[in-house]
């Protein structure tokens, strides 16, 4: 079975600080990572997957295997961050070839 | 490109009824896959088509059923709606089998009075 942990609902910080959004995943095979963000009034959209390597508005994550992590960091963070982010794995192959589960999301609110 | 699209935007329906639920997938993407989303919850897959077959499905009883047409759109069909039906239904298309990140659309948010 694959899941996706996101421990924190809600995530508060202010604007230029880091910020960083955990993510924890179980899965017996090969994963592929995302991270998914819903801005306010708009419809969820990639913001990076790990095989690609991108850095997308500043934000990165790396893939720690050891620790079956995903977590999403920025050293600086900007007010237009602020959204709903999800954590979202599928499998490398195998039955969970392009079926993707998310975790619960994190509600980022950067302060002015 | 409008990317994907779905219709309708909001629906009403009451116990027992029969909906169903449409998606157009972004230009290019042949694979379309279908999620709910409950207030306050991630999305959870439901299936997945290609080449007109369902290839993944998650775990959602056979009323949930859909089909998926030779121009790559696709429809969601449930039957015997129950209360707890009522849900963000979104699709989302994607190349190759699902290889290509998935591009979601707006959703359809179904109420079940």
């Known amino acids: 079975a694959q899941r996706v942990t996101q421990p924190e609902k809600l995530l508060s910080v202010f604007k230029g600080a880091p910020v960083e959004l955990k993510c924890n995943y179980s899965?017996?095979?090969?994963?592929?990572l995302f991270w998914y963000v819903q801005y306010s009034r708009q419809r969820l959209q990639l913001l990076l997957r790990?095989?690609s390597r991108e850095s997308i508005k500043g934000f990165t994550a790396d893939l720690n295997k050891g620790e079956t992590s995903f977590h999403l960091k920025k050293p600086f963070a900007q007010e237009e961050d602020s959204a709903m982010y999800y954590c979202?794995?599928?499998?490398?192959?195998?039955?969970?070839?392009?079926?993707?589960?998310f975790g619960q999301g994190t509600i980022l609110t950067v302060h002015p | 490109d409008a990317g994907v699209t779905q219709s309708p935007t909001h629906l009403i329906k009451t116990r027992g009824q029969q909906v169903t639920l449409r998606c157009s997938p972004k230009?290019?993407?042949?694979?379309v896959s279908w999620y709910q989303q409950a207030l306050g919850q991630g999305p959870q897959f439901i299936f997945q088509?290609?080449?007109?077959?369902?290839?993944q499905r998650g775990n959602f009883p056979d009323r949930f059923s859909g089909h998926q047409f030779p121009n790559y759109s696709s429809e969601l069909n449930v039957n015997a709606l129950l209360l707890g039906d009522s849900a963000l239904y979104l699709c989302?298309?994607?190349?190759?089998?699902?290889?290509?990140?998935?591009?979601f659309g707006d959703g359809t948010r179904l109420s079940i009075l």
């Open positions: 230009s290019g993407h042949d694979t």
């Open positions: 088509y290609y080449e007109e077959e369902e290839r």
């Open positions: 989302a298309s994607s190349t190759r089998g699902g290889v290509q990140p998935q591009h």
């Open positions: 979202a794995l599928s499998g490398l192959g195998g039955t969970s070839y392009g079926k993707l589960t």
């Open positions: 790990h095989i």
């Open positions: 899965y017996s095979g090969s994963p592929e």
